[in-house]
């Protein structure tokens, strides 16, 4: 099992660097500690005023007024544009708190379509060739890792981003273990070969799709009625190993409770496979279900290019680089945060 080493999390380290996660190595137990001891009461008044400090930040609420009216044509300060935002903003904080909480208490979870989520994995799991399950940054994408090792057979390898504080990667990544989730971290130089074992060896593989990593160019596919660039290592993958594909979505219905929408995309075949093909469905299934919960879902992030913006990516980032063939696989983002890093 890959482990959250200094090599794999990065190359050498600045001096500030290093003070920063010398401070943060003992504080960020220390903090994991004191929220677990927050009562779950206090949970949704404290989202709601993280909430309103973070509607505050101009450029994040800037990302969001474009996206609302170019994707949703909605605007942010009509009534329904101001409580859809409200709501986005919560909702994120409020599905990271409970998705922290669920990892040290997941008896207060309650969630639904778990019956149906196991039979679907169990039964695209006996073809013997692997899955892949993919979500999005949608509800509680987290929940999907904390409950799926005990719902298959085999084993739950999920790809996953570090975090700049390393302290809270290791601390996230030592909880995931203790959860039954083998971590591939997505900057590792082996990412492709450990992605193509896990499906080979008829293992699970999660990520997140719904994001453009940075600096990595992907293919062109509709989403949200506009050319977009998309995550290209899914759909090569699931297309090179002829493994199933499987999108989840967590959406939030109340406190701690959740549920899962389970949709077989690809029967694992042996048949030839189109990757961009694959990668288009991908994005249709994750509209579709961005479109039947919008509030749950992260519209602060630079998703899309808009013709006035004067942006050269989709987060803003110089001309990304051509992808090779091996770093085109690996062209999958994914949250560590407890699964990009929660939150």
């Excluded at 989520?117 to 073809?127: S, V």
């Excluded at 990593?213 to 297309?239: C, I, M, S, W």
Aim: proline share 6%; charged share 25%.
């Amino acid at each position: 099992m890959p482990t959250a080493t200094e090599e794999e999390l990065g190359p050498g380290q600045t001096r500030p660097s290093r003070i920063r996660d010398w401070f943060w190595a003992p504080v960020a137990p220390c903090m994991m500690r004191a929220f677990r001891s927050v009562p779950v009461s206090w949970l949704e008044p404290l989202s709601r005023f993280a909430a309103r400090l973070w509607a505050r930040w101009p450029r994040e609420r800037e990302i969001m007024r474009r996206n609302f009216s170019r994707i949703l044509n909605i605007d942010i300060k009509s009534p329904q544009g101001a409580q859809l935002a409200a709501n986005v903003y919560r909702n994120q904080i409020i599905c990271a708190m409970e998705s922290i909480r669920a990892i040290h208490q997941p008896e207060l979870v309650k969630l639904e379509g778990l019956a149906e989520m196991r039979e679907t994995l169990r039964r695209t799991e006996r073809a013997g060739k692997g899955q892949l399950v993919v979500t999005a940054h949608l509800g509680s994408w987290e929940m999907i890792g904390l409950f799926t090792p005990d719902l298959i057979e085999g084993s739950f390898h999920e790809l996953a981003k570090p975090m700049r504080i390393k302290a809270f990667t290791r601390h996230l990544e030592k909880l995931r273990r203790q959860a039954g989730v083998h971590v591939l971290w997505n900057n590792n130089k082996l990412l492709l070969r450990q992605m193509l074992r896990t499906l080979r060896d008829g293992d699970t593989l999660g990520l997140a799709v719904d994001q453009k990593p940075k600096g990595l160019r992907g293919p062109v596919v509709d989403f949200f009625d506009r050319p977009t660039e998309f995550v290209g290592g899914p759909g090569a993958v699931a297309a090179r190993t002829g493994c199933a594909v499987v999108g989840i979505f967590c959406t939030r219905l109340g406190s701690f409770t959740y549920r899962m929408s389970t949709e077989v995309l690809y029967e694992a075949s042996d048949e030839q496979r189109d990757a961009r093909e694959i990668t288009q469905s991908l994005a249709t299934a994750i509209e579709r279900a961005v479109r039947q919960a919008p509030d749950q879902w992260p519209w602060t992030y630079r998703r899309w290019i808009y013709d006035d913006d004067g942006w050269q990516g989709p987060r803003g980032e110089k001309p990304a680089r051509k992808a090779t063939a091996a770093n085109a696989a690996a062209d999958v983002p994914a949250d560590a945060g407890t699964t990009t890093s929660s939150g």
